[in-house]
């Protein structure tokens, strides 16, 4: 079964603080994803990554930006948090085009 | 751009009932359509797909869905629901071929199903 990961089921964390979230898939999927998902607004994209170093603005990347060094490894980093970021953010892959993304638990993250 | 439209936000059914949760895509080209399911607590889990062949596609636990092209719909159904499918429903679609790998969600159904 494919397996993704994400670093913190819960995160809190202040205002102006850098925050880093992780994502690890084990499948070797050369495609990964950041969304984040809010009530009634369904699941929206942040950032993809078609490869290592490799990445694509999704439809929502305003204070957002990401890293992948390894092909199993992305992350999604928030230079500077802002209330507005409290949400809940789901990684994905997906081994070539248009199939199957594969979902973590996601990470629950809070903005006092 | 590609968009997806759910047109329920809640819907709250009894054990036993028939279920259809509507969803209508834009995109302009051949499409693969998805379900997605998001129990209480779960992460989020694939419960049919559509890439070609038959319009009627069969998912887990009973559900089915119909590809409508001249509609730009894939309904979803399920003949008899059950308390366990309480749940948060997403269509999406993405082209097919190519790269074009990017989903469009549409912003989700909640279903309550009460005992």
């Known amino acids: 079964d494919v397996k993704v990961t994400q670093s913190s089921r819960y995160l809190v964390k202040r205002t102006g603080e850098k925050v880093f979230l992780e994502c690890v898939q084990d499948?070797?999927?050369?495609?990964m994803f950041w969304y984040r998902q809010d009530p009634g607004l369904g699941l929206r994209l942040i950032y993809f990554?078609?490869?290592?170093?490799?990445?694509e603005k999704g439809d929502i990347p305003e204070g957002y930006s990401v890293s992948r060094e390894k092909k199993e490894r992305f992350s999604l980093i928030l230079e500077s948090a802002s209330t507005n970021q409290t949400s809940m953010y789901l990684c994905?892959?997906?081994?070539?085009?248009?199939?199957?993304?594969?979902f973590g638990p996601g990470t629950r993250l809070t903005v006092l | 751009a590609q968009s997806v439209s759910q047109h329920n936000h809640h819907v709250i059914l009894s054990e036993a009932a028939s279920l259809e949760l509507g969803c209508n895509y834009s995109?302009?080209?051949?499409?693969?359509l998805f379900w997605y399911v998001q129990y209480p607590g779960q992460h989020l889990q694939l419960l049919l797909k559509?890439?070609?062949?038959?319009?009627l596609v069969k998912g887990i636990k009973g559900f089915e869905a119909e590809f409508i092209k001249s509609k730009f719909s894939f309904n979803l159904r399920k003949p008899s629901v059950q308390w366990s499918d309480t749940a948060e429903y997403f269509c999406?679609?993405?082209?097919?071929?190519?790269?074009?790998?990017?989903?469009?969600f549409g912003k989700g159904t909640l279903l309550t199903v009460n005992p």
């Open positions: 559509y890439f070609s062949g038959d319009p």
């Open positions: 999406a679609v993405t082209g097919s071929g190519g790269s074009n790998y990017k989903l469009t």
């Open positions: 990554s078609y490869d290592v170093k490799m990445k």
């Open positions: 994905a892959s997906i081994y070539g085009g248009a199939g199957e993304q594969f």
């Open positions: 499948m070797d999927h050369e495609n």
């Open positions: 995109y302009g080209g051949t499409v693969n």
